[in-house]
């Protein structure tokens, strides 16, 4: 008789090392209007996170060929959508992510997504994004939503740690 079994298991990977790469926070979108005439309403991010939380993956400039991290924690607010993420170590090989996001080069976020309901307003030439399905989260030199802006966010180890910052 062949029998499969299947097991379940769920584990915490940790990296070797001391680096933990560089940790950013800040909105991947805002209710604000964004250059292309596009509002994503806050509570359209409600469901339109559920998939990409399975792989939060962080990409350089969108493209699906250079990850760069992942998001570690989304919230959503009344202002928008709020991503705590790291940035590893290894994607300072990729245009010297780590340094211009450091030097202030690199400062916003730009999400791609895939729209399921919206209403247009002629008057306003404004698309209300209701729902909306999160396909990733980029780090971008130019973004559709120009308040989509992060900052390079300090972690302690201690609390001695944070005594002496």
């Not at 991503?83 to 400062?107: F, N």
């Amino acid at each position: 008789m062949n029998k499969t079994f299947h097991i379940s298991s769920s584990f915490e990977v940790k990296a070797a090392g001391a680096s933990k790469g560089l940790r950013i926070s800040g909105y991947a979108n805002t209710v604000d209007k964004d250059r292309v005439g596009d509002i994503v309403l806050a509570t359209a991010w409600e469901k339109g996170v559920k998939e990409y939380l399975k792989n939060p993956i962080i990409l350089y400039q969108h493209d699906h060929d250079k990850p760069i991290g992942r998001a570690e924690a989304v919230t959503v607010d009344k202002k928008g959508l709020f991503l705590d993420a790291r940035i590893s170590d290894a994607a300072e090989g990729q245009h010297g992510v780590q340094s211009l996001i450091k030097d202030g080069v690199l400062k916003s976020f730009s999400i791609g997504f895939r729209i399921k309901d919206a209403d247009y307003d002629k008057n306003t030439d404004t698309f209300f994004i209701k729902e909306v399905e999160l396909l990733e989260v980029s780090v971008v030199s130019i973004p559709a939503n120009q308040n989509s802006l992060f900052r390079v966010s300090k972690e302690f180890g201690s609390d001695e740690e944070y005594e002496s910052f």
